[in-house]
């Protein structure tokens, strides 16, 4: 992977546009809801903007065009936008408070860590800490959707698939905090 100097590139683009998409998603879910048809829209927001996750990197490492900004404008986005729909979460009512304080802290956390020892070394996310993500990307859209309001079925797998998220997002956060203290890092 070559590393390109200039920060204007297409994957730099789609992260900075995954970040504006982040005030958008969070008015539409609070202007609309949780049910009813209008509150698909930001549904679609979301997904829209969390399927620019995978496509802004894989542009990336095909071009040659990872970039500084990049690693540090990645992350910020992913944890933007899905912190948004955990705080949403809460809102709603559809979780308590506290877990999705646990969430953010250990999101947030590992992202401060891993962008301050970037001038060391890069830490690349985990086979772990990708498939927390995908669970994110779909718990999130699946808990705030009108099916989960509406059929007491998809609540009930939401909310399954949710506690499996938190598992999988607190494991993998333990495993980074584990590496790093056998590297020194």
């Known amino acids: 992977m070559t590393q390109q100097n200039s920060p204007y590139n297409l994957p730099n683009a789609i992260t900075v546009a995954r970040i504006m998409l982040v005030p958008l998603y969070i008015w539409l879910s609070l202007h609309y809801g949780i049910s009813g048809p209008m509150a698909w829209w930001a549904i679609l927001v979301f997904v829209v903007a969390i399927a620019t996750d995978g496509v802004d990197g894989a542009i990336a490492r095909r071009r040659g065009l990872i970039t500084n900004l990049g690693k540090i404008l990645d992350p910020i986005a ?23 304080a646990l969430l953010l802290l250990r999101e947030w956390g590992i992202t401060v860590w891993r962008l301050t020892i970037a001038r060391k070394r890069v830490v690349a996310a985990s086979g772990g800490g990708k498939i927390k993500t995908i669970l994110q990307a779909i718990v999130i859209p699946l808990m705030l959707s009108p099916l989960a309001a509406s059929f007491n079925w998809v609540e009930l797998s939401a909310q399954v698939l949710f506690w499996i998220t938190v598992a999988v997002t607190l494991i993998t956060g333990v495993q980074y905090l584990v590496a790093a203290r056998k590297q020194n890092v």
Request: no cysteine; glycine share 18%; hydrophobic share 60%.
């Open 78 to 100: 992913d944890k933007a936008l899905t912190g948004a729909g955990f705080i949403l979460m809460a809102h709603f009512g559809l979780v308590s408070g506290w877990i999705v």
